[in-house]
């Protein structure tokens, strides 16, 4: 994996971390002014993800098919963080203007602390969801990444396996080469053994023939 990726990457951690900190902690407990304001910087941060995104994906296509599936299981789990972030931030822009209206009604009237109450059961409730979703998201990109290393792992086995059947092989064919080198050499010695004799045998006619006849 690249240096430039992986700065892409802690820079899209930190921007996505920012949105969900606005969306979790300061847009539920803002006022009206704070609320839009807040709105405004999550879609600047947003314009922001989408651009690295994008040179993710550009950076992503510079390296070979391994590499390349690694990077772009991140950048699913990243999109679908970016997903959450502006559905979560779609609710929060029609809870603004539902909070716009609320503040239309009389300060007096009871319904509007029931809304209010309504609204913020209901945000807690939308934090819990997020968080439980995050949760999912990391442990399949978790399994993901163990998913990715073990087939990798499996690559490296299945390449030196094949290198164990070359070996496997070599020693096979030295094996015949030293069986063929064994068998010529008992072969000559059995010549020679055999010549021997044969000189032997003529030595022995000749002073037969010389001394007894």
């Known amino acids: 994996m690249s240096d430039q990726f992986t700065r892409y990457e ?54 070979g098919p391994n590499s390349r599936a690694s990077m772009n299981n991140k950048l699913k789990q990243y999109k679908l963080d970016v997903e959450i972030i502006q559905k979560e931030m779609k609710k929060a822009i029609d809870v603004s203007s539902n909070f716009r209206n609320y503040q239309s009604i009389n300060q007096n009237d009871p319904e509007r602390n029931k809304l209010l109450q309504i609204h913020s059961s209901l945000m807690n409730t939308n934090d819990t969801i997020v968080r439980s979703t995050q949760i999912a998201i990391e442990t399949e990109q978790l399994g993901n990444n163990v998913l990715t290393e073990l087939n990798e792992q499996g690559e490296r086995l299945r390449n030196a396996n094949d290198q164990l059947d070359d070996t496997k092989s070599a020693l096979y064919r030295s094996k015949r080469i030293l069986k063929k080198l064994s068998m010529g050499a008992f072969y000559n010695k059995f010549l020679i053994f055999f010549i021997i004799i044969l000189e032997l045998l003529a030595l022995g006619a000749v002073i037969y023939w010389k001394f007894f006849s």
């Open 10 to 63: 802690e820079d899209l951690i930190g921007f996505i971390k920012s949105c969900k900190t606005i969306l979790a902690d300061k847009i539920p407990i803002a006022q009206a002014d704070e609320r839009k304001s807040f709105i405004r910087q999550l879609r600047q941060i947003t314009d922001d993800i989408s651009r690295i995104i994008e040179d993710m994906e550009i950076e992503m296509r510079k390296f």
